[in-house]
T-cell receptor, first 113, second 114 residues
């Protein structure tokens, strides 16, 4: 079975500062990895995904993530955050032919002016 | 516009009163799924469907039913709701073929059971 751990439940940062949201996963087979964002009172929107190939994945809104197989991590980064990035971020994993996404607990990103 | 829609968006009900939350997608996706979101637990899968008349349990199916009579619709049924089913519910869909595994989510239904 797969599991996902998001190491921080809340991350406060100042506007224009860099941010890293951490995600570790556990799986005995190869996985697909995703980051979703949930803005207040909205559904989930895909930020980026890793399926195969280059371990550095670029997504929407200036976010990127790096897949590290040896450390079983998929941390999300942005070099300079904006107030509009305030949201909850979910890391998720899926395996080939699996019928579900397994989600982490979520990280609430708060941007202070 | 390609989308997943859910109704209602907000619902307050009482213990034991049967309710249905509807989910519809216009992308001709074979796969549909229901999740519940609770603070500190992320999203957990309730039920999923791989196609019409094909459904199966997820991780937290107790107290829920689903049906898939049409490809576009996947309603979630709570026959006797209880307060522990107070939660935020999301429907999602994706094509069964292909390799992206990306799921498309509806806007959510916030359910309160008193």
């Amino acid at each position: 079975a797969q599991s996902v751990t998001q190491l921080d439940s809340q991350v406060p940062v100042f506007e224009e500062a860099p941010v890293e949201l951490r995600c570790n996963y556990s799986s005995s087979v190869s996985v697909y990895l995703f980051w979703y964002v949930q803005y207040p009172n909205q559904g989930l929107q895909l930020l980026l995904k890793y399926l195969s190939g280059s371990t550095l994945v670029k997504g929407i809104n200036g976010f990127e993530a790096e897949f590290n197989k040896s450390q079983t991590s998929f941390h999300l980064r942005k070099p300079s955050v904006h107030i509009s990035d305030t949201a909850e971020y979910f890391c998720a994993v899926s395996v080939r032919r699996a019928q579900k996404l397994v989600f982490g607990q979520g990280t609430r990103l708060t941007i202070n002016p | 516009e390609a989308q997943v829609t859910q109704n209602p968006r907000y619902l307050i009900t009482v213990t034991g009163k049967k309710l249905t939350v509807t989910c519809s997608q216009n992308m001709n996706h074979e796969y549909m799924s229901w999740y519940r979101q609770d603070p500190g637990l992320g999203l957990r899968q309730i039920y999923y469907s791989m196609n019409v008349e094909v459904t199966d349990k997820g991780d937290v199916p107790e107290g829920y039913k689903v049906s898939r009579k049409e490809k576009r619709n996947f309603p979630l049924i709570l026959e006797s709701p209880s307060p522990n089913q107070t939660s935020l519910y999301f429907c999602a869909s994706r094509p069964f073929s292909g390799s992206s595994y990306e799921q498309y989510f509806g806007p959510g239904t916030r359910l309160t059971v008193t």
